[in-house]
Structures are given as C-alpha cells and as structure tokens.
C-alpha cells in the first residue's frame, strides 16, 4: 500500500488491557492520520500529527493518545480497551496539506 | 465546518456512467471537494477533488456547479470493480484534517 504499513493487521484482546496499533510509512510524509471504521458512522478521525512529536485530536479522540517521535513511525495507544472501541483501525498519510490521503490495509482489533 | 449530504445508496448497470451526487450548500470559498472510494473492507482510496473548475483524471470526472453547493462524481463506464462506498468529503477550512461521512454505497451490476 504505497509504503505505509499498519501492525499488528488483527488482534484480540481482553478488557482493560493496553494496546498498540503502529503505523508505519517509508513516504517520509509529513502528515499521519489514526482513523476507525464501525458499520454505520463510517470513517471517524482520532487522531493527526502534522509533524514529530506535533499531534492533536480528531472527532472521537477519548480513549486514546497517540506518539510520534519519528517521522516514519505514528502510535495509536489505547491505555485500558473497551468493548466500544472494538473497530477496524486505518492509518492514512499525505505529504502536503492538501488532504490526498493514502491509507494503509488496517488493523481490525477485538476486545472481548 | 460544510457537511455534506450523499444517497445512501445508488445502482448502476455495468458499462453505463455512474453518476453520484453530493450536496454541501455551507461550503465556504476556500474549501475543495475531495471525492473517495471504499472497496469492500480495503483502506479508502483517493479519486479526485476540486475547488471551482469540473476536473477529470484517469478514474473518473468532477462536476461542481457554478454556486458549488452540490456537485457530481462521474463514473463514465461503470465496471463490477467500481462497486464500493464513495465519500464526498469538504476540506476543514485552515486545518489539515479530512471529516468523512458515510457515504453512497454504489452497486454495479452486469
């Protein structure tokens, strides 16, 4: 998918455990996005950085921060899951601000 | 922040044009419409977008109106591949965020 990776792409978890979701892109875009996809809201975006250790908040950003130390490299943590946020998870890229996004294949994460 | 408005849902017969509509009659002067796609549960995948002018590329077509309150993708020779959900999404003014919304889920059939 055009350089950017997403892992793990499935994992099932417990309540109240933490999860990482890592993104990954070898673009050297600038911008980095965290959105999650349920049936019927369709995408909603949790988080963006435009730039290292530059983040801020999207639609539905409770539950979640997100890191980014390098450019290549943008964290989504969820500190305590919950069956809510049992979702298919994108990552998406984009070097300019002119919002043509380039999605990863996505991160489908259960929590029983 | 313009919101749009799509059908949920629309149908069209293979090798005919796909015609989809989008209506965001709070667009602000400086905002552009960005157009994507959906297949199955694959990541979205960028179509076209556009500020005034129509616009067209290898995929597909753009029509915005003159008042660009509402515009229309074009699909010329829709093909069974083309069935997906198709975003039509306006560009937060100032910032460097893309809202989507839910979208038309465009059936081709044979």
């Known amino acids: 998918d055009a350089g950017i990776t997403q892992s793990p792409r499935h994992k099932v978890t417990e309540t109240g455990t933490p999860v990482t979701l890592r993104c990954h892109q070898t673009?050297?875009?600038?911008?980095m996005y965290w959105y999650r996809q349920d049936p019927g809201h369709g995408l909603r975006l949790i988080h963006y950085?435009?730039?290292?250790?530059?983040?801020d908040k999207g639609e539905v950003s409770d539950g979640y921060s997100v890191s980014r130390s390098k450019t290549e490299d943008f964290l989504l943590t969820l500190e305590s899951a919950t069956s809510s946020q049992t979702s298919v998870y994108f990552c998406?890229?984009?070097?300019?601000?002119?919002?043509?996004?380039?999605f990863g294949a996505g991160s489908r994460l259960t929590v029983l | 922040d313009a919101k749009t408005t799509q059908p949920t849902s629309m149908d069209c017969a293979e090798g005919r044009a796909a015609n989809l509509p989008c209506n965001h009659s709070?667009?602000?002067?400086?905002?552009?419409v960005y157009w994507y796609r959906q297949i199955h549960s694959q990541g979205p995948q960028y179509i076209i977008h556009?500020?005034?002018n129509n616009e067209t590329n290898e995929m597909a077509s753009l029509i915005i109106t003159e008042d660009r309150k509402s515009s229309t993708l074009i699909l010329p020779h829709a093909t069974l591949r083309d069935t997906a959900v198709y975003y039509c999404?306006?560009?937060?003014?100032?910032?460097?965020?893309?809202?989507f919304g839910t979208g038309t889920r465009l059936q081709v059939f044979p």
């Open positions: 950085s435009y730039g290292v250790k530059d983040t």
């Open positions: 709070t667009i602000s002067g400086n905002e552009y």
């Open positions: 556009g500020l005034k």
């Open positions: 998406a890229i984009s070097g300019v601000a002119a919002n043509v996004l380039t």
């Open positions: 999404i306006v560009r937060v003014r100032d910032t460097d965020k893309l809202i």
């Open positions: 673009e050297n875009h600038r911008y």
